[in-house]
C-alpha cells in the first residue's frame, strides 16, 4: 500500500494537495463534519480539491473514498483511505485500472470495490485489508457492476448498468443476480434493523425511495424523494438524510410528509453537497468544486 502526503487541519486551513497533475475528471473534495465536539460542528478536510474525489465510505477509523491520479497525462482512480487519528492517506489499490466505490465487506476484513477491468468491463472485486493476500473478482460473470451493497449474510444488491438500469440481488454462494426492480438509482444501502435494502427507484414518473426484503424479495415503497435526489444516507434505523444544494434535510421512514433542516454546510461548501456518508456522528461529505 502506497502512502500519500497526509491532509491536516480544519476547514479554516487552505487545502493540501495529493500532488497530482490537473485533473480532467469533476473536481470534488471530501470534508469531514464532526457533529458531536466540546465546541460544536467542526468540519476538517479530508481529500484534496484539485482533482475527483468522491464515494467516501466512513467507517470508525477513516475513511476510504475514490481518488483520482493522473500518471503520464493519463486520469484513472484508486480506492484510499484517510486515517481520522494520523491524518495520513493510503493508497489501498494502487494498480492500473480505475477502482470505484469502495465497501466494507461483512467479514470486516475485506474491501469490495467496483473495477473497471482492461477490457473495460465493469465487475466486482475484494481487497485483502489484514493479509498479503492478492485482490481477487468476486463474480466473473455479474457485470456491468455500477454500485453495490452488502447485507450481512454475504449476500448483496447491485446496480446493473442497462436499459433500463436494474437492482440485482445475489449471495457470494449462488452468483447469480436476480432482478428486483429497474430504473433504478445510484444509492444502496443495507438497513440492519429491518434486514432490508433501501434504494430509490422511478415509477409513474416519481422518484421513490423503497426497501427490498431479501428473504421474500418484495419490494415495498415507502415515501417519495424530491426528483433532484439521487443520493442519501441512513442517519438511524428510522430516518433518511439527503443533501439539497449545499444543506441537509432529513425525514423518517414512517411514510411522514414532515422534512427537517438537519444540517446547514454552506459555510464549508459554497456549491452542492453530491455524496454522503454518516458514522458514529461524524459525516463525511462530498463538494463540487467551483471551476
Not at 218 to 231: F, T
Request: negative net charge.
Amino acid at each position: 500500500m502506497k502512502l500519500i502526503k497526509p491532509l491536516i487541519g480544519f476547514f479554516s486551513l487552505s487545502a493540501l494537495t495529493l500532488g497530482v497533475a490537473q485533473a480532467s475528471m469533476p473536481k470534488s473534495q471530501i470534508l469531514l463534519a464532526d457533529l458531536n465536539t466540546p465546541y460544536g460542528l467542526q468540519v476538517s478536510i479530508v481529500s484534496d480539491k484539485n482533482s475527483y474525489n468522491n464515494q467516501p465510505n466512513l467507517i470508525d477509523n477513516g475513511v476510504y473514498f475514490t481518488h483520482e491520479v493522473i500518471t503520464n497525462g493519463q486520469s484513472q482512480t484508486d480506492i484510499v483511505y484517510y486515517d481520522l487519528t494520523t491524518k495520513q492517506i493510503t493508497n489501498i489499490t494502487n494498480s492500473p485500472v480505475s477502482e470505484y466505490s469502495p465497501t466494507i465487506m461483512p467479514n470486516k476484513n475485506n474491501l469490495s470495490a467496483i473495477v473497471v477491468e482492461a477490457d473495460g468491463k465493469q465487475k466486482l472485486w475484494q481487497y485483502p485489508l489484514k493479509s498479503e493476500n492478492a485482490p481477487s473478482r468476486i463474480f466473473d460473470w455479474i457485470e456491468p457492476v455500477g454500485y453495490h451493497a452488502w447485507g450481512v449474510q454475504n449476500d448483496l444488491v447491485m446496480f446493473i448498468l442497462g436499459k433500463p438500469h436494474t437492482l440485482q440481488y445475489t449471495s457470494v454462494e449462488e452468483a447469480k443476480g436476480q432482478v428486483a426492480a429497474s430504473n433504478i438509482g445510484r444509492t444502496l444501502i443495507y438497513n440492519k434493523s429491518t434486514a432490508t435494502f433501501l434504494f430509490s427507484y422511478t415509477k409513474n414518473e416519481q422518484h421513490i425511495l423503497a426497501s427490498f426484503n431479501p428473504q421474500d424479495k418484495q419490494v415495498e415503497d415507502l415515501l417519495r424523494l424530491p426528483a433532484q435526489v439521487q443520493d442519501f444516507i441512513l442517519k438511524d434505523d428510522t430516518t433518511i438524510a439527503y443533501a439539497i444544494k449545499n444543506r441537509v434535510y432529513q425525514r423518517k421512514l414512517d411514510g411522514s410528509d414532515e422534512v427537517s433542516q438537519w444540517l446547514n454546510l454552506s459555510t464549508y461548501c459554497e456549491t452542492n453537497i453530491t455524496r454522503m456518508s454518516y458514522n458514529n456522528e461524524k459525516l463525511a461529505f462530498v463538494c463540487d468544486v467551483i471551476k
